[in-house]
C-alpha cells in the first residue's frame, strides 16, 4: 500500500520513532541505523537498513528528499507483521526492495527520456523510451557479459542492453509502458549478479573498494606462495621423510588461507555459473584451485609421490595478480570518462524573489535562475539571462580558448565561468543534461560490438566447455592408456594453461582503449560499428555550410526590390524583421543570423499564419492571404529576377586572413520579390588541411550542398575539393550517396543540419559538428566535440591501429592456445608453469591495447 507523506504522519512522527525508509514504528530503538547526509536515521528491521544502505552506496541519497510517497510493502510481509511483532525483524525481500528503482524520485538521477524514432514526431518529443546505465557488480569474464545481455535482451519490452566488459556498465533501453525498471534489476539479481544505478562518485568509490579488496586478496596470496615455495624447496631436493611429512603439513596450513580467502572470488563466481547453467572461465580456474589442493591434501595424509601446494598458490598469486593489473587498466580508462561527471558542482546559488539561495545541485529544476560567479563551473545546461563573460569549455571540447558568452548564449553544464557574475536560466538537468547525454553515448560505443569482438565473444563462451573436455580427455589417456601417477597433474596442466583470459580481453580493452583516445582529441564515437567501418573507408563526403564552413552566417547586403509592402516602406531593417518573423522557431544558421532583428512589436510579423520549413529550400508562410517565401530563388519564385544589377559581395568587414564565402537568398510574396538578401560565412579552420590529407591518403573526397550559388563551387575548389555539386536537396544528397554505394564506395559523411539527417543514417559511418542540429546528432555515428575537423584524420589513424591491435590481440591468443596445448597434454608444462603462462598472455593483451591511449595527435590544434 502507498502512504502518503502527509503531515498527520508528519505529526505521528513527531511523537514516536519511525522508520526513516518505510515509516514503520521502530519498536527497538538504536539498533538498526543508516547514516544519511551524517546524521543517523533509525530503521524498524535489517531489510530497511540494508535497502537504505544500497541507496546511499549508489549516490542516490536524494531519493528520500524527493520521494512523495512512502516506499510499498509488500503483503505478505504485511500479513506476518500484524500476526506477530517478532516478525518485523525479518529481512525485506528483495523484490520489494527493488520496486524502489520504478520511483520517478530515483530514476530522475540516472534515466534519461528518449524522443520518438519518428522522425517526423522529433518536434513533439514524446518520452516514450528510457535508457540508464547500470553498474554491474560480480562480472568475471566475456561469458559473464553475454549471459546477462542475452537474458535482459529477452526482456518483452527491452530495446537493447549491451554491456561494456572493460568498464562492468550495463546501457539497458526500453518502453516505459511495456516492463518497469525493477524487473529489469530482478532479472539481473536472479542471475547472480549485483546491479546498480551509474554514479561517477559513487562507482570512484566502488572502485576504491574493490582495489582494497583485490590488493588484500593478493598479498594473501603473495604472502602464503612466498613461504610455501620456500617450504617447498627442501622437499624437491628431497629429506627424511619424518621432517617431509611436517613440511607438508605445514604447507598444507599455510595454503588454507590463499584457497579460502584469495581464490573465493573464483569459487563464488564458480557456484553462480553452475546455478545458471553457464559456464564461464571461473568454473575450470575453480576446478583446477580445488582439484589441486584437494589432490595435494591426499597426498599429504596417504604419502603420495608428490604435492602441489606451492602451484596452488602461485596459480592463484597470478592469476589474482593478472585480474588486479585488467582491473587497475579498466579503472584508468573508465575514470577518463567519469571525469566529465565530476565537473559539476555539489550546489548552485538559486535566484529567488531576488534573494541568493543556497540549494543542492540534485535539487536545481529547469527553469530555475542561477547566479554563476566568475571561476564557478556551471550546475546544469541553460541559456544567459543576464550579463555577459567567458567561458572555459576545454574540459568538454578541448577547446583551450574561452568563448564569449552573452545573453541568449548556451551554456553546458561543467564548464567554467572565467570573468564576470552570469545569471542563467536551467534548460536541461540530471540525465537530460549534455554531460550524461555525453557519457551515454560513450557507454553505446564501448558496448556495441563489431563483428570481430562478436566473434570472438562466441568462441570464449564456447572454449570453456572445450577446455573441460580436453582436460578430462588428457586425464582419461595418461591415467587409463598410459598407465602414468602423473595423469591428474597433466590434466591439471591442460586446464590452467588454457584459460580463455587472454581472449575474453582481447577485445573490449582495446575498443574501451581507442574510444577514450578519440574522445581526448575532441570525437566522441557513439556507434560500435565505426571504428571498424572507418578502415574501409575511401569517400569522404562533406556539407558547406556550418561544416567546411563555420556556420556562423552574417548578412552581408539587402537589396530591396519593391518600394511598399502594406503601406508601409520596403527597409532593410523591416525585410529582417520580416524574415526574423519567417525564421523565429528554426536554429540554422541562416534563422541565426536575424536572431538580432526579432522585434516583439513587429506589425508584419503578427500577420504571418501557417509557417512551414522546407529543408534545403527556405521556409514559407500565409500573409494576408498570399503566400510569402524566403530561400533559394529557385524555391522562392519559378521566373527568377537578374542578379547583373547586383553588387558583389562586401568584405570590407571580413577577417581577410580567412575565405568569406557569399550566397544570395531571395524574399518574395506571391511570385513578387520583395528583397535579395546576401549571407556570407567563413572558412572553418584545418579545413584546408584536413582535405590535403584525405587526398594524399588516396581517399575520394567530395562535397554536397543545398546552396545553389555558383560561389559554393568556387570555395569548394580553393579547398582542394574538385567533385562539387551544389544547389541540392536533402533528397539530391541521399540519391548521390546511395549511387556511390551502389559502385562499391564507402562512404563517411560529415554534415550538421536537419537536411543532413537522411544523408547521416544512410551513410556508412556519419560525422555531425559540434554546432549539428539535435537530429542531426542523433542519427550520426560519431560526434565532433570541439569543431576542429583535423580529428577527423586521426580517428583514420586510430581505426586503421585499432584493427591492428586487436588481430594482434587475437592472434596472440589464438597462438598461445595452440602452442600451449600440445604442450601441456604432453606433459611438458607443471602446473607452475601453466600458471605463469596463462597470466602472462592475459598481462601482455592489456598492456598492447593501452598502447592506443599514447597515440601523438597529427593534426596539432
Not at 530514476?107 to 518536434?123: E, H, Y
Not at 506589425?603 to 521556409?619: C, E, R, Y
Not at 581505426?799 to 596445448?821: C, E, F, M, P
Amino acid at each position: 500500500m502507498n502512504r502518503s507523506m502527509s503531515s498527520t504522519s508528519q505529526s505521528t512522527a513527531a511523537k514516536l520513532t519511525v522508520c526513516f525508509h518505510c515509516g514503520e514504528p521502530v519498536t527497538q530503538a538504536g539498533r538498526w541505523q543508516v547514516e544519511i547526509d551524517g546524521i543517523l536515521q533509525p530503521m524498524c528491521c535489517p531489510g530497511c537498513e540494508a535497502v537504505a544502505s544500497t541507496i546511499i552506496a549508489s549516490g542516490l541519497k536524494d531519493y528520500y528528499r524527493h520521494r512523495t510517497e512512502l516506499p510499498e510493502i509488500s503483503p505478505a510481509f504485511l500479513e506476518q507483521s500484524a500476526n506477530s511483532d517478532s516478525s518485523k525483524n525479518e529481512t525485506v525481500s528483495a523484490r520489494d526492495s527493488l520496486l524502489l528503482y520504478n520511483s520517478e524520485a530515483l530514476q530522475r538521477q540516472f534515466v534519461a527520456r528518449l524522443p520518438s524514432n519518428n522522425i517526423a514526431s522529433s518536434s513533439t518529443r514524446v518520452p516514450e523510451r528510457a535508457e540508464a546505465t547500470l553498474i554491474i557488480d560480480g562480472i568475471s569474464c566475456a561469458a559473464c557479459a553475454w549471459l546477462i545481455e542475452h537474458r535482459v535482451n529477452q526482456l518483452i519490452g527491452v530495446e537493447s542492453a549491451t554491456l561494456n566488459l572493460s568498464s562492468h556498465r550495463l546501457v539497458v533501453r526500453w518502453a516505459i509502458n511495456d516492463i518497469a525498471l525493477s524487473t529489469i534489476f530482478e532479472v539481473i539479481f536472479r542471475l547472480g549478479y549485483t546491479a546498480g544505478p551509474f554514479s561517477a562518485t559513487a562507482e570512484d568509490k566502488q572502485r576504491g573498494e574493490e582495489g582494497k579488496r583485490a590488493i588484500r586478496r593478493l598479498a594473501v596470496a603473495g604472502v602464503g606462495m612466498m613461504q610455501v615455495m620456500m617450504l617447498a624447496v627442501p622437499l624437491y631436493v628431497g629429506m627424511a621423510q619424518q621432517y617431509e611429512v611436517f613440511m607438508r603439513m605445514a604447507s598444507m596450513l599455510l595454503t588454507l588461507p590463499v584457497v579460502l580467502y584469495s581464490a573465493r572470488p573464483f569459487f563464488d563466481a564458480a557456484i553462480r555459473d553452475l546455478k545458471t547453467r553457464h559456464l564461464t572461465m571461473d568454473v575450470p580456474v575453480s576446478l583446477a584451485i580445488l582439484l589441486a589442493f584437494c589432490a595435494s591434501i591426499w597426498s599429504t595424509f596417504n604419502q603420495g609421490i608428490e604435492v602441489y601446494f606451492d602451484s596452488v598458490c602461485m596459480f592463484t598469486f597470478l592469476l589474482l595478480l593478472g585480474r588486479y593489473l585488467e582491473m587497475r587498466a579498466r579503472h584508468r580508462m573508465g575514470k577518463a570518462g567519469n571525469n566529465l561527471m565530476t565537473l559539476l558542482p555539489n550546489v548552485a546559488y538559486k535566484v529567488d524573489n531576488q534573494q541568493e539561495v543556497v540549494i543542492g545541485a540534485a535539487d536545481i529544476a529547469v527553469g530555475d535562475i542561477l547566479r554563476v560567479r566568475p571561476g564557478d563551473p556551471f550546475p546544469a545546461d541553460g541559456v544567459v539571462v543576464e550579463g555577459a563573460s567567458s567561458v572555459d569549455e576545454a574540459a568538454l571540447t578541448g577547446e583551450y580558448l574561452p568563448l564569449s558568452k552573452k545573453i541568449g548564449d548556451p551554456l553546458t553544464g561543467g564548464t567554467m565561468n572565467v570573468e564576470s557574475p552570469l545569471l542563467m536560466r536551467v534548460t536541461a538537468t540530471g540525465a537530460e543534461g549534455k554531460l550524461s547525454t555525453i557519457m551515454r553515448l560513450l557507454d553505446r560505443a564501448q558496448q556495441e560490438k563489431p563483428k570481430i569482438a562478436l566473434i570472438a565473444d562466441r568462441i570464449a563462451s564456447r572454449f570453456v566447455a572445450a577446455v573441460l573436455l580436453i582436460s578430462a580427455s588428457v586425464f582419461s589417456y595418461w591415467h587409463f592408456i598410459a598407465g602414468s601417477d602423473h595423469a591428474f597433474f597433466i590434466a591439471l596442466s591442460v586446464l590452467v594453461v588454457t584459460c580463455p583470459c587472454a581472449l575474453s580481453l582481447a577485445t573490449p580493452t582495446t575498443l574501451t582503449a581507442a574510444t577514450t583516445a578519440l574522445r581526448e582529441r575532441g570525437l566522441l564515437i557513439s556507434k560500435g560499428h565505426v571504428l571498424e567501418t572507418l578502415v574501409g573507408v575511401n569517400r569522404v563526403v562533406f556539407d558547406k555550410t556550418g561544416t567546411l564552413t563555420l556556420g556562423q552566417l552574417s548578412i552581408a547586403q539587402v537589396v530591396t526590390l519593391a518600394d511598399t509592402l502594406q503601406g508601409q516602406r520596403i527597409t532593410k531593417a523591416n525585410v529582417c524583421e520580416l524574415i526574423a518573423a519567417l525564421e523565429a522557431d528554426a536554429n540554422h544558421p541562416i534563422a541565426r543570423a536575424f536572431r538580432a532583428y526579432e522585434d516583439a512589436n513587429n506589425t508584419l510579423a503578427d500577420t504571418l499564419k501557417d509557417i512551414k520549413h522546407h529543408p534545403s529550400q527556405g521556409v514559407s508562410a500565409q500573409f494576408q492571404g498570399r503566400e510569402l517565401r524566403f530561400g533559394r530563388p529557385d524555391f522562392v519564385m519559378s521566373k527568377l529576377p537578374s542578379l547583373n544589377s547586383l553588387p558583389a559581395i562586401n568584405t570590407k568587414d571580413a577577417d581577410k586572413s580567412s575565405t568569406d564565402i557569399g550566397q544570395w537568398l531571395l524574399l518574395a510574396l506571391a511570385e513578387q520579390p520583395l528583397a535579395w538578401v546576401q549571407m556570407t560565412d567563413t572558412e572553418r579552420p584545418h579545413a584546408r588541411q584536413l582535405i590535403n590529407d584525405l587526398t594524399q591518403r588516396g581517399l575520394a573526397v567530395s562535397m554536397l550542398t543545398g546552396d545553389p550559388s555558383a560561389s559554393a563551387k568556387t570555395f569548394a575548389q580553393q579547398l582542394g575539393i574538385n567533385d562539387v555539386e551544389y544547389g541540392l536537396s536533402a533528397e539530391d544528397k541521399l540519391l548521390r550517396v546511395r549511387a556511390w554505394q551502389q559502385q562499391g564506395d564507402v562512404v563517411l559523411m560529415v554534415g550538421d543540419g536537419i537536411n543532413d539527417v537522411p544523408v547521416l543514417a544512410a551513410a556508412d559511418v556519419s560525422l555531425a559538428v559540434n554546432d549539428a542540429s539535435d537530429l542531426a546528432k542523433t542519427h550520426a555515428d560519431t560526434l565532433l566535440t570541439n569543431g576542429r575537423l583535423g580529428v577527423v584524420f586521426d580517428a583514420l589513424i586510430v581505426a586503421d591501429k585499432n584493427r591492428t591491435v586487436i588481430r594482434q590481440n587475437i592472434g596472440w591468443s589464438l597462438l598461445y592456445n595452440l602452442v600451449a596445448l600440445p604442450l601441456a597434454a604432453a606433459g611438458l608444462v607443471p602446473p607452475w608453469a601453466a600458471a605463469i603462462g596463462m597470466s602472462f598472455s592475459s598481462l601482455l593483451v592489456v598492456l598492447n591495447a593501452l598502447r592506443l591511449t599514447r597515440m601523438p595527435k597529427h593534426i596539432q590544434h
